[in-house]
């Protein structure tokens, strides 16, 4: 059960799992048109997921299935992603005429010369991307590769949930396939993007050229951090500053003590991981940044991130373009649509 590359002929739900919260979103294409027909998010306890890591199944797997019987999706079967950091991913060159079983039976026997663990503890799948660019008449084929716990874990999950997964993804996939929806809405035709998803505890920079992911670095930082400061300013518990940020019921020095400080720390962080992309790669610049995630919606944070760094910098919005079902909050999807970047990319898995 990993399929990142392979055609689907269903209705999928995009379901994201991440520290704080699952969410799903579920889409259809009416008269050419994306329309969102089912979306929600359901919060979940401490602990439960950890640094992309499930660690509680079942408290996790309740949580979608109270999200489910809320948002009421079509469909019960449902694409999820795992971390790019829990995936090995390889190019390499192939007969072009291989079939796929024949491919797939090649890997395997050559599995070790990729894998550093033991084929039984794996799931693995590939894609044939076109033509080799070394060695003529061959193809090059993308092989991608997970430890079976982290797909097992989540298939688990969505069973508790009354969901079937039909799909595992790739976080960074589902990224760049919802970067296609945005990418003629950003002024100037940009030609190198750099993606900022800031989580709850964790920062992934995703830079993208010609709509493809071409690096991809994460770090330990996050909203987390803005709770834990209120947490420490004002005396709070965490459970108590995290209710106090999202109702902003702060005393009149929150905003110049603590929040600008955060965000000031928010634009650091970018500037670090652009400098680790340029000192690796041939690039000394990217044309524009987008912001994703939960902190990204902070009024002014795009506008202060622009001014010390210099770039164009604006909010991910995948559902400027979409049509919505009548039952859907459009202020609440607005609101959350930095966060939902991922199960927007795993719901487009319908229409490969």
Sequence with gaps: MF???RKQNSSLVGLDISTTSVKLLELSIRDGRYYVESYGSEAL????????????VEVVG????QLVRRA???????????????????LIDMEADMTDDEREMQIRLDADQYIPYPLSEVNLDFEVL?????VPGRVSVLLAASRSENIEQRVDVLEIGNLTAKVVDVESYAIERTFGLMVDALPDSPDIVAIVDIGHTMTTLNVLRHDQIIY????????KQL???????????????????KEGNLPDDYEPEVLIPFMESIAQQVTRSLQFFFSSSQYNDVDHILLAGGSASIPGLA????DKLGNRVSVANPFTHMGFAPQIDTNAIGNDAPALIIACGLALRSFD
């Design 3 to 5: 399929s990142f590359g």
């Design 45 to 56: 306890p401490p602990n439960a997921v950890v640094e992309k890591n499930i660690a509680d």
């Design 62 to 65: 309740e949580a979608i299935g």
């Design 72 to 90: 009421s999706p079509r469909s019960s079967q449902a694409a999820v992603a795992v971390a790019g950091s829990a995936v090995i991913t390889k």
């Design 130 to 134: 076109g033509p080799s660019a070394v």
């Design 216 to 223: 991809t670095r994460e770090q330990l930082f996050g909203g």
């Design 227 to 245: 709770t834990e400061d209120i947490q420490r300013r004002y005396g709070l518990s965490f459970e108590e500053a995290s209710r106090s940020k």
């Design 303 to 306: 506008r202060l991130i622009q």
